[in-house]
């Protein structure tokens, strides 16, 4: 399960296709902690360009991505996979925060939902996928 995640170009796989996401760092990308990673996507219509540097690999376990240019004041994904009984649970940890002070606020639920939106159609590409 790990070395599926391990692939950069594996996450456009697993994206909603209405985000039209793509990763623009020519591949195959060498993971490693430092390894920056750009994105473009399209959220509710608007352009976004996204870097996201690897803090942590420790395969095969977890590795942790964190945005370093993008839509949000705050962006830190733990991916974690724990196996038991030949089975691997993938666990998403997400810490973010969104710019713009109050505003950023009052748009948490709007976002928080979009979120959810996103994990859930991840959840049932990777199921698909890797049946």
């Known amino acids: 399960m790990f070395e599926f995640f391990?692939?950069?170009e594996n996450l456009e796989r697993i994206t909603p296709p209405w985000l039209?996401?793509?990763?623009?760092?020519?591949?195959?990308i060498a993971m490693r902690p430092g390894t920056l990673i750009s994105y473009a996507l399209s959220l509710h219509g608007m352009p976004i360009r996204w870097l996201t540097e690897i803090e942590e690999w420790q395969p095969p376990v977890r590795f942790v991505d964190a945005q370093r240019k993008g839509p949000y004041a705050l962006w830190r994904h733990t991916h974690r996979f724990e196996e038991s009984d030949g089975a691997t649970s993938i666990i998403d940890d997400?810490?973010?925060?969104l710019p713009?002070?109050?505003l950023g606020r009052l748009a948490h639920g709007f976002v928080a939902r979009d979120i959810a939106r996103i994990f859930d159609y991840r959840t049932e590409r990777v199921e698909m996928l890797l049946r």
């Open 100 to 102: 713009f002070g109050p």
């Open 6 to 8: 391990a692939r950069a």
């Open 94 to 97: 997400v810490e973010y925060a």
């Open 20 to 28: 039209r996401f793509r990763v623009l760092t020519p591949l195959p």
